[in-house]
């Protein structure tokens, strides 16, 4: 059991604030298995993290835009479109940034923070700003 725990802990990078807001700053693409609620919750995510702080339930929490869609509810076809998702981290099974970085904000992005969060600790500067 200790080598299983071991080898899970190397292969599963899970979500710390320290990356979090690494790859917030350094406008990293990340890849996510996010174990979120049925349907479509759970599962691989690429996501753009532009945002973390905490929920008004007070859990912490990501603002990411979510290539594979954000509440399942937009959709063209049988695919989600790309959307905003928030992601509480928690349920963040593994998050591991990519060397592939976006440059601008994607649209409904706000500066000043998430009004879906009590506090933000960082939110992503985007050059414009």
Not at 5 to 13: F, G, Q
Not at 72 to 91: M, V
Not at 104 to 125: E, F, H, L, Q
Request: with cysteine.
């Amino acid at each position: 059991m200790k080598l299983y725990n071991s080898l899970k802990s190397l292969i599963l990078e899970a979500a710390n604030m320290d990356v979090i807001i690494k790859s917030i700053k350094d406008k990293q693409i990340v890849v996510i298995n996010y174990d979120g609620d049925e349907p479509g919750g759970k599962g691989l995510r690429t996501i753009e993290p532009v945002c973390l702080g905490y929920s008004k339930a007070g859990n912490p929490v990501l603002r990411a835009w979510d290539y594979e869609g954000a509440s399942h509810k937009a959709y063209k076809g049988e695919k989600p479109l790309p959307s905003w998702r928030f992601f509480r981290l928690d349920r963040i099974i593994s998050f591991i940034p990519t060397r592939d970085n976006f440059e601008t904000a994607k649209p409904g992005y706000n500066p000043r923070g998430d009004k879906s969060m009590t506090r933000v600790i960082i939110n992503a500067k985007f050059g414009n700003e």
